[in-house]
């Protein structure tokens, strides 16, 4: 696994200090305090995974003017945004190992430094004067939106069902990701089936990652995750491991389970045995199932595509959003 | 002044009452949660000044299509959004009359719902595929929520000048109607010095608009403006009348004033003698007459338009910003 992502971050480094550098020379708003909100947590070490996915899906298709680095960031400031809303919405704590930025400044400052990054990628995308881009990049925004609030309207309704889960994450994860990968394509002009193929790539890997993202928050720990253990569950979220093993539970476990889930402020004793209890029901295992069926997805996507050594990394990086441990 | 009303809102009832229906119509999101939280601000008796210039805009530079209503909506989700997120951020209580959104469903909705009414707002913009139109509209707004940062950041600061304040209201107020007259001049691909006489006439009448506003803050009463007494001043907002007056008066009442404005709940009783000291130094005079100067500039930008009786509508509409009592 370490061999896969030493392997990994070689290959890609030099485009990751292209982003860096870019996402900092776009952050320019005319007061200072933009600036430092907003640079909290996007510099804070996300891993760039959607503007690399929008790099080298460009790149596959033939694509490698310099302006795809500052169009990359769009991705990642549309995800920062979400990120500043989502830890005001669900009230978060920490952040990537750091205090989450509404507790450093506050909500207010973090609505609107979100909504400043919002606009910030939608100028960038309306800098590409190509209004099929500019389209997808809104409908991207909106469908996070909407599935923001249908994750909060569901909060904490534990007869949440797989299917419904799936449609969250596909809405809150899938479409960015999947935005990312086919609007690379539409900037260096691919076939439609090249885009075609690269938008599948997306949406499937965007699964794999969020499913991937929703397991660790049963198995790592904090500080690894950079983020408080059982933090999805304490947020009223319930993800794909607590799904399956509440439906296959017989229900004496199951009543337990719940008792746990909708307990206020559980203990780390009770998530331990929540966990203990996931694992009688192979939850964890399920997730890991569902994940890497979605990989194969997203490996069988990528075959229209012409066979280079972008692939191979566009292919090692769904691996990687399965197999990683933070 | 009930004269200018009745005729103005007799003239444009039609284009108001297409602009309702558009705005309704393109409100349809996936989950009803969602057009029920956009909705209750969104139809609760908002003016719709900002559709409504778009399409006299448009109509000015002779585009008729019935495109222009559905267009118009962009610029009333784009101020819904703001407001939904300003009364987060402003911890206000009542809007339009009617309990805020975040007081009925909570805060997280309304940041949500925000967010989508923003990005559905750049999604009909995408729709004109005209890429100078979907520009203008994401850096209105960017402008927008750097505008807001700044004013929290100048939150309670005694010290904000006149023309910190003319900055601030420019932003929140003036790029969006700017922005609204000009797109709608884009819309009907007006030659360029029409497009910038509609700029500037939308400029203006946003900083008549604002400025008014900020004065009903100090004459109106609570029911009539649907909203509480000394609304902005509760919420550390310095506006013109006041900024005017700290500026003017002697050091004696100019304590007395600081007092009164950083008392936190200050009571009906300390907000009438505010409104004493205020009227002592004629702030609210002062700013009545520089909203006056700003009338005289909007109407002066007009000047290079054709005189049709649209363009009679424009200048009654930016008249009746300045005179309006609510």
């Given at each position: 696994?370490?061999?896969?992502?030493?392997?990994?971050?070689?290959?890609?480094?030099?485009?990751?200090?292209?982003?860096?550098?870019?996402?900092?020379?776009?952050?320019?708003?005319?007061?200072?305090?933009?600036?430092?909100?907003?640079?909290?947590?996007?510099?804070?070490?996300?891993?760039?995974?959607?503007?690399?996915?929008?790099?080298?899906?460009?790149?596959?298709?033939?694509?490698?003017?310099?302006?795809?680095?500052?169009?990359?960031?769009?991705?990642?400031?549309?995800?920062?945004?979400t990120?500043?809303h989502d830890?005001?919405v669900d009230?978060?704590?920490?952040?990537?190992?750091?205090?989450?930025?509404?507790?450093?400044?506050?909500?207010?400052?973090?609505?609107?430094?979100?909504?400043?990054?919002?606009?910030?990628?939608?100028?960038?995308?309306?800098?590409?004067?190509?209004?099929?881009?500019?389209?997808?990049?809104?409908?991207?925004?909106?469908?996070m939106a909407e599935g923001e609030i249908y994750q909060l309207d569901k909060k904490g309704d534990?007869?949440f069902?797989?299917?419904e889960y799936?449609d969250v994450i596909f809405r809150k994860t899938?479409?960015?990701?999947?935005?990312?990968?086919?609007?690379?394509?539409?900037?260096?002009?691919?076939?439609?089936?090249?885009?075609?193929?690269?938008?599948?790539?997306?949406?499937?890997?965007?699964?794999?990652?969020q499913?991937?993202?929703d397991?660790?928050?049963?198995?790592?720990?904090?500080?690894?995750?950079?983020?408080?253990?059982?933090?999805d569950?304490?947020e009223g979220k319930l993800t794909?491991?607590?799904?399956?093993?509440?439906?296959?539970?017989?229900?004496?476990?199951?009543?337990?389970?719940?008792?746990?889930?909708?307990?206020?402020?559980?203990?780390?004793?009770?998530?331990?045995?929540?966990?203990?209890?996931?694992?009688?029901?192979?939850?964890?295992?399920?997730?890991?199932?569902?994940?890497?069926?979605?990989?194969?997805?997203?490996?069988?996507?990528?075959?229209?595509?012409?066979?280079?050594?972008?692939?191979?990394?566009?292919?090692?990086?769904?691996?990687?959003?399965?197999?990683?441990?933070?």
């Amino acid at each position: 696994m370490s061999g896969l992502k030493d392997d990994l971050m070689a290959r890609v480094r030099p485009d990751i200090e292209k982003i860096e550098a870019q996402l900092k020379a776009n952050l320019t708003p005319h007061f200072d305090l933009v600036s430092r909100t907003a640079g909290h947590l996007m510099f804070a070490g996300g891993k760039r995974l959607r503007p690399l996915l929008i790099v080298l899906s460009a790149r596959l298709c033939g694509f490698d003017d310099p302006f795809v680095y500052k169009f990359a960031g769009i991705f990642e400031y549309l995800h920062t945004a979400t990120l500043l809303h989502d830890d005001v919405v669900d009230g978060g704590t920490v952040r990537r190992g750091k205090p989450v930025t509404h507790s450093i400044w506050d909500a207010p400052t973090a609505v609107l430094t979100g909504d400043f990054l919002l606009a910030r990628a939608l100028s960038i995308a309306s800098e590409t004067q190509n209004p099929r881009i500019i389209s997808v990049v809104a409908e991207v925004t909106e469908q996070m939106a909407e599935g923001e609030i249908y994750q909060l309207d569901k909060k904490g309704d534990l007869s949440f069902s797989e299917a419904e889960y799936m449609d969250v994450i596909f809405r809150k994860t899938g479409v960015l990701i999947q935005g990312a990968c086919r609007t690379g394509a539409m900037l260096a002009n691919a076939r439609p089936q090249w885009e075609s193929a690269l938008s599948d790539y997306g949406r499937n890997m965007g699964i794999v990652f969020q499913i991937a993202d929703d397991i660790l928050d049963y198995i790592a720990d904090a500080r690894e995750l950079g983020k408080a253990v059982g933090a999805d569950l304490k947020e009223g979220k319930l993800t794909l491991p607590v799904i399956y093993a509440l439906k296959q539970a017989d229900p004496g476990d199951r009543a337990e389970m719940e008792g746990i889930i909708t307990r206020p402020d559980f203990l780390e004793a009770d998530f331990n045995c929540l966990i203990e209890l996931i694992n009688r029901y192979d939850g964890i295992e399920y997730a890991q199932k569902t994940a890497a069926h979605y990989l194969d997805c997203a490996l069988d996507s990528l075959k229209p595509l012409p066979d280079t050594p972008t692939r191979d990394l566009l292919a090692m990086v769904a691996e990687y959003a399965l197999k990683r441990r933070k």
